[in-house]
């Protein structure tokens, strides 16, 4: 008898995790539109994009602390600088994004630049209090804005347009320009954390003293990549203005900047798309417990305890080893 040769088996190609959970993602950010009820469309689309906008400001985070190791309490000052600047622009009749949103990148991103070359000159609790002093500075100066409406806030008279044209004013295509500046912050992210710029800068993470005797200026690589995150915390600002159509000193208080960081752990650190699970997770837990009682954050802080003490890695993390705990 003559042997037959045995039947050749494929491998099975794995595709990386950092790869497909992304892709799933966005896949389904992007179809929600197309499959939300008519009835309910208009509030899942204001809640989907209320996610969004967190989920950006919470990637911008994640690039500080996942990555750099850099513990900031006061990301919620760019947010507020963001959501400020379209504030103020429509107060006196400025409502064009095409001036709008460079101002309110060059505001956060100049705010960062003045105070990270102060913050980043200390290390751990240190930083984590210069941060945070910075961020209500911030928040006291807007609060003492009587022009601009103080404690009150500042309604914002509609929502910018787009070289004349009022694309962000049909929800739909609005849930749409959210959801382009949401990848692109992600992908922008991505792009910088694999290029030599991110190698050295998670190294100084790792051991700075080490990355510095190799000549490379770490001060300089984390100040940057604080400039870079506070810019894309006035992006998500500048969003946030126009989703809500007003802005308020309560968008850049100590506890927002408290809610990113919970975002940022409960989502997974060091993984980016890990932060916009941890945007969905918190604002839609936040969405049913309200929902519940007045006093959901009694039930919602016992929860943040579970998570962190038996879900290390946050959601990322815990669906990691689930998966692994399968095969």
Same mark, same amino acid.
């Given at each position: 008898m003559?042997?037959?040769p045995?039947?050749t088996v494929?491998?099975?190609v ?7 959970v992304?892709?799933m993602?966005?896949?389904?950010f992007? +179809? !929600?539109?197309?499959? #939300?009820? %008519? $009835?309910?469309k208009?509030?899942?689309?204001? /809640?989907?994009? @209320?996610?969004?906008? =967190?989920a ?5 985070l ?7 190791g850099?513990?900031s ?16 622009l429509?107060a ?7 001036i709008?949103?460079?101002? +309110? !990148?060059?505001a956060a #991103?100049l %705010? $960062?630049?003045?105070?990270g070359?102060v913050c /980043?000159?200390? @290390?751990?609790?240190? =930083? ?20 601009y ?10 929502r910018?347009?787009?070289?004349g044209?009022a694309v962000?004013?049909d ?9 382009g ?13 694999a290029?030599r710029?991110?190698?050295v800068f ?15 200026n770490?001060?300089r690589y ?19 203005a ?14 927002r900047?408290g809610?990113?960081v919970?975002m940022?752990?409960?989502g997974?650190?060091?993984t980016?798309?890990?932060a ?6 918190f604002?839609l837990?936040?969405?049913w ?13 016992p929860l ?5 003490l ?5 959601l990322?993390?815990?669906a ?8």
């Amino acid at each position: 008898m003559v042997a037959l040769p045995a039947p050749t088996v494929q491998p099975r190609v794995r595709w990386p995790t950092d790869i497909v959970v992304p892709l799933m993602i966005f896949v389904a950010f992007g +179809a !929600l539109p197309l499959v #939300a009820g %008519f $009835g309910a469309k208009a509030y899942i689309l204001a /809640l989907f994009g @209320r996610i969004m906008i =967190f989920a950006i400001a919470a990637i911008a985070l994640d690039l500080l602390i996942g990555y750099g190791g850099l513990i900031s309490f006061g990301h919620a000052a760019f947010v507020g600088l963001g959501a400020y600047a379209v504030g103020i622009l429509s107060a006196h009749g400025i409502t064009d994004a095409l001036i709008a949103l460079p101002i +309110a !990148l060059v505001a956060a #991103a100049l %705010f $960062g630049l003045a105070t990270g070359a102060v913050c /980043l000159r200390t @290390r751990g609790v240190y =930083f984590i209090m210069i941060t945070l002093a910075f961020s209500q500075m911030v928040f006291f100066t807007a609060s003492s804005l009587a022009p601009y409406g103080g404690d009150d806030g500042l309604t914002v008279a509609s929502r910018n347009t787009i070289a004349g044209f009022a694309v962000m004013r049909d929800e739909q295509s609005f849930y749409y320009v959210v959801f382009g500046f949401l990848v692109a912050s992600y992908l922008l992210c991505r792009a910088l954390i694999a290029s030599r710029f991110g190698r050295v800068f998670r190294g100084a993470r790792e051991n700075a003293a080490r990355v510095a005797s190799l000549g490379y200026n770490v001060f300089r690589y984390q100040l940057v990549a604080y400039v870079i995150a506070g810019a894309f915390g006035g992006v998500s600002g500048f969003l946030l203005a126009n989703a809500t159509e007003f802005v308020s000193p309560a968008y850049m208080s100590w506890q927002r900047s408290g809610e990113l960081v919970i975002m940022v752990l409960m989502g997974g650190l060091g993984t980016l798309y890990g932060a916009i699970l941890g945007a969905a997770a918190f604002v839609l837990a936040e969405e049913w417990l309200s929902g519940l009682t007045e006093h959901w954050k009694m039930i919602f802080g016992p929860l943040l305890i579970l998570i962190v003490l038996f879900a290390r890695g946050g959601l990322v993390g815990a669906a990691g080893r689930l998966s692994r705990a399968k095969l």
